[in-house]
């Protein structure tokens, strides 16, 4: 929700958090007034994924690394067509770009997109609140949409909150298209896009898949018309909690029995399907250097992530579902939260975090592999069937 122009770097603005507590900056990208979810993302790098990130959407970004923009903007790393964050918030954005890549300034890709921005204020005040209060509504305003302190708190608080958001449908396709595979074709995906990043398609197309990427309004009918090898349901934004129709073409393909991989919001989505509710983070985990332990392995992974929800499923017990048996497969080794979860007598799994990474650390690239080897052996079954 944002309302700008293109403005100078000078011009001052003002950071209103829905509690009350104000920080004063100066205009960073466009210039007006923007409103969404205060969040903070504890990356050093991958700013410009970050930001075209369709998980981001309604959300206004805190990078806590000091210095922003040093290797500028270019057109390789963008992970959609667009910005979706709805603000950013950075404390000594750089002045020159340095890199051989580069060919804009990401203020000024900041300011053509109409994102909304602030610099020069304490992030690290800003990301100690916000740990220690949770993520809240936020508005940054700068130019002719600075009033007085009252006002602006009063039109932050007006801005919707981000549980209870179906969004979705807001970043997805709206019409299906095909990522080829690389080389010699092995598999077909129907990949459901929740907002679907474009590395994850990429990272199939590797290993010989085809993949047929879906609206997310796609039905069971859409799925199957593409005669897939394996179903895949990506990231997101939004709370899980209202994603009954993702939730139902998800049962349908358990009952199938056709491998299926999630991430990020796809394993919500997994969580939910097998019966397990959902629920908020105080302030969520994103950034690319999140520790999760792989429990089918034992393996500790440096993970990427961005989500703000979780699956609410027990740690410690193999649970009983209307598609057979489900466990825990991964667990954040911060805080316990459910990292991951798979059928034990179903080919199904899924990851709550993004293991394409893009950007971020390589370590749960396996992931795809495993996605792979489960259509292999499902397909093999078949054969021998």
């Not at 969040?39 to 998980?55: A, I, K, N, R």
């Not at 964050?85 to 950075?90: A, E, F, L, T, W």
């Not at 690290?124 to 949409?145: D, K, N, P």
């Not at 179903?346 to 650390?361: D, L, M």
Request: aromatic share 8%; with cysteine.
């Amino acid at each position: 929700m944002t309302t700008s122009t293109r403005g100078a770097v000078k011009t001052p603005a003002v950071l209103v958090l829905e509690d009350g507590r104000i920080f004063r900056g100066r205009a960073y990208g466009a210039v007006g007034a923007t409103f969404g979810e205060a969040v903070f993302s504890t990356g050093m790098t991958g700013y410009q994924e970050t930001l075209t990130d369709p998980s981001y959407h309604r959300q206004v970004v805190v990078m806590t690394a000091p210095h922003v923009g040093n290797t500028g903007v270019n057109d390789e790393d963008m992970e959609s067509k667009r910005i979706w964050v709805s603000g950013y918030v950075v404390r000594d954005p750089a002045r020159v770009p340095s890199n051989w890549r580069s060919t804009r300034t990401l203020d000024e890709e900041l300011a053509v997109q109409d994102v909304v921005g602030i610099s020069g204020i304490d992030t690290r005040a800003l990301t100690r609140h916000l740990r220690e209060r949770g993520a809240m509504r936020v508005g940054i305003f700068s130019g002719e949409a600075v009033q007085d302190d009252a006002t602006l708190l009063a039109r932050v608080k007006e801005a919707p909150e981000m549980t209870g958001a179906d969004l979705s449908a807001e970043v997805a396709t709206t019409e299906a298209y095909v990522v080829p595979a690389i080389g010699e074709k092995k598999y077909t995906v129907a990949a459901i896009d929740l907002g679907i990043k474009g590395m994850t398609p990429h990272r199939m197309a590797e290993r010989g898949i085809e993949v047929h990427v879906l609206p997310a309004t796609a039905t069971v009918e859409d799925v199957y018309a593409v005669n897939p090898d394996g179903v895949f349901f990506s990231n997101g934004p939004g709370d899980p909690a209202t994603a009954d129709h993702p939730v139902s073409v998800m049962r349908g393909v358990l009952e199938r029995g056709t491998p299926l991989f999630g991430i990020c919001f796809g394993n919500q989505i997994l969580g939910r399907a097998l019966g397990f509710g959902t629920f908020k983070l105080k302030y969520g985990h994103r950034g690319i250097n999140q520790p999760v332990q792989d429990r089918t392995t034992g393996k500790v992974e440096v993970t990427a992530h961005n989500h703000g929800f979780a699956v609410d499923a027990p740690l410690d017990k193999v649970s009983d579902t209307p598609y057979g048996r489900a466990e825990v497969s991964h667990v954040c080794l911060n805080d316990n939260v459910v990292e991951g979860l798979q059928l034990l007598d179903r080919p199904a799994f899924s990851v709550q975090y993004h293991p394409e990474a893009a950007a971020g650390p390589h370590d749960a690239a396996y992931l795809f592999d495993r996605f792979t080897s489960l259509m292999s052996t499902v397909s093999m079954e078949g054969q021998r069937a």
